[in-house]
């Protein structure tokens, strides 16, 4: 059976030390995977239900960082700084999600037609936008629009 070149490198780094990890690499067939984690584990609604989770978290911070900045103590700053981090990452979660599962393995070109196809690619797009400039933004605004985008977005995938 075929290896990639990465499972032989692999395979042969760990050939010298007992072979431990190169039997099993030597016996693994060539596959291709067209995701990047394994179909059929999770579930669409949950995946939106997660989003709009992010969302409200980054409303929240958003909210509360306005509030200790007007505080204005050094241990405000700190926590407003943990805030802000909180908003960052619940932001690049959300478009971790869009890009990797619903872009990557939800929309599957064959199974729609042209128009289709072209409206859940700007729908998902405009999500993925929208938490972009809410982990930019320090207002309201964008979360709102991150809000809408969500929504529009729910009926495809909740059931």
Not at 59 to 88: C, F, P, S, Y
Not at 127 to 143: H, L, R
Request: contains cysteine; hydrophobic residues 50%; glycine residues 4%.
């Amino acid at each position: 059976r075929m290896m990639s070149a990465p499972l032989r490198r692999l395979a042969a780094v760990a050939a010298p030390r007992g072979g431990a990890f190169a039997k099993p690499l030597m016996a693994a067939p060539a596959v291709r995977f067209h995701c990047q984690v394994p179909c059929g584990i999770f579930t669409d609604d949950l995946r939106v239900k997660g989003m709009i989770e992010d969302a409200a978290t980054i409303r929240k911070a958003v909210l509360q960082a306005a509030d200790l900045h007007k505080a204005g103590t050094l241990q405000d700053v700190h926590q407003m700084v943990r805030w802000i981090n909180t908003k960052e990452e619940h932001a690049a979660k959300i478009m971790t999600t869009i890009g990797e599962y619903f872009m990557a393995q939800k929309v599957k070109k064959a199974d729609l037609t042209d128009q289709e196809y072209k409206e859940v690619l700007v729908l998902l797009h405009s999500v993925m936008v929208a938490a972009m400039k809410a982990k930019q933004s320090s207002e309201v605004g964008p979360v709102d629009a991150l809000d809408a985008a969500l929504k529009a977005m729910e009926p495809l995938y909740v059931k």
